[in-house]
T-cell receptor, first 116, second 110 residues
Framework: KAGVTQTPRYLIKTRGQQVTLSCSPI?????VSWYQQTPGQGLQFLFE???????NKGNFPGRFSGRQFSNSRSEMNVSTLELGDSALYLC???????????????FGQGTRLTVV | QQPVQSPQAVILREGEDAVINCSSS?????VHWYRQKHGEAPVFLMI?????EQKGHDKISASFNEKKQQSSLYLTASQLSYSGTYFC???????????FGTGTRLKVLA
């Protein structure tokens, strides 16, 4: 079956702009979670959407937002970009909630965002 | 609250064994382990459940310590393909937020 697809793979944006990243989960999976990966901070949880509802959110400013559509595809938006937002953004797809015991999460290849 | 992994980095020869630890300030009820190769997405390796049950890889195993505040990942007879960064992942106690450990870079040499 098809894996998790993230688009675009690479993005270069200017400070102050906004960006939208997309994640298409594995068919039948209801949860999409998003993560930011940087060399300094490692992998950090952004938020999780489950059946179109935001289930939880990590410690990121309100500039980071997301949504999930009825087909489980999810988008993540970052407004007023800052240099520090440069990172690899990963999404993961799972049938159950990502924190549920016994859940296996499948990651997409990520979107590499560079803010200049 | 981020779990701390040790060692931070390790270099092995093919065929050698390795242990990676994931330590938390609170009890762990389930732990996921992932491996991420350079430039690639993390790949799920296994789940360790609170009763000690494991689901996943056949050459990799894991355990909890007595207080369940540490999980250890055991890599047996390492292969070149084991190289990468290993992360543990778990729920931040009672928050529904998923957190990853600090990561362990492992390199296997021929």
């Amino acid at each position: 079956k098809a894996g998790v697809t993230q688009t675009p793979r690479y993005l270069i944006k200017t400070r102050g702009q906004q960006v939208t990243l997309s994640c298409s989960p594995i068919s039948g999976h209801r949860s999409v979670s998003w993560y930011q990966q940087t060399p300094g901070q490692g992998l950090q949880f952004l938020f999780e959407y489950f059946s179109e509802t935001q289930r939880n959110k990590g410690n990121f400013p309100g500039r980071f937002s997301g949504r999930q559509f009825s087909n489980s595809r999810s988008e993540m938006n970052v407004s007023t970009l800052e240099l520090g937002d440069s990172a690899l953004y990963l999404c993961a797809s799972s049938f159950g909630a990502v924190t549920a015991i016994n859940t296996e999460a499948f990651f997409g290849q990520g979107t590499r965002l560079t803010v200049v | 609250q981020q779990p701390v992994q040790s060692p931070q980095a390790v270099i092995l020869r093919e065929g050698e064994d390795a242990v990676i630890n994931c330590s938390s300030s609170k009890a762990l009820y389930s732990v996921h382990w992932y491996r991420q190769k350079h430039g690639e997405a993390p790949v799920f390796l296994m789940i360790l459940l609170k009763g000690g049950e494991q689901k996943g890889h056949d050459k990799i195993s894991a355990s909890f310590n007595e207080k369940k505040q540490q999980s250890s990942l055991y890599l047996t007879a390492s292969q070149l393909s084991y190289s990468g960064t290993y992360f543990c992942g778990t729920e931040a106690s009672g928050t529904y937020k998923y957190i990853f450990g600090t990561g362990t870079r492992l390199k296997v040499l021929a």
